[in-house]
């Protein structure tokens, strides 16, 4: 089992920028990491995602050259550093892990509970 909790959500201006961060806990931080978002009435859509030693990410062409995610297995947390942030940023963003580099979020076996970051205009 795997246990993860996100944090650093929040209120921010459009054009600000704001890092979350994902503490796993439960067993070896082996596992790839997604980053995944939510939007009232959407379904929750892939954003980036890190292979377990940090060697390679995927990206939602939405947030490709904004966001960032990175990792830091010594601490067993994964971060999402979010730059240019816009009102459509707007979302729940949840992390997860998986087996292996997905964008889909079915491939996903462990989901925290998300945090809320919303970009006002």
């Known amino acids: 089992q795997v246990q993860l909790v996100e944090s650093g959500g929040g209120l921010v201006q459009a054009g600000g920028s704001l890092t979350l961060s994902c503490a796993a806990s439960?067993?070896?931080?082996?596992?790839?990491m997604g980053w995944f978002r939510q939007r009232p009435g959407t379904d929750r859509e892939f954003v980036a995602s890190?292979?377990?030693?940090?060697?390679?990410?995927l990206y939602a062409d939405s947030v490709k050259g904004r966001f960032t995610i990175s990792r830091d297995n010594a601490k067993n947390t994964v971060y999402l550093q979010m730059n240019s942030l816009k009102p459509e940023d707007t979302a729940v963003y949840y992390c997860a892990a998986s087996q292996s580099l997905f964008t889909t979020k079915d491939d996903y076996d462990y989901w925290g509970q998300g945090t809320q970051v919303t970009v006002s205009s």
């Open positions: 439960g067993r070896t931080f082996s596992s790839a």
């Open positions: 890190i292979r377990w030693d940090g060697h390679s990410t």
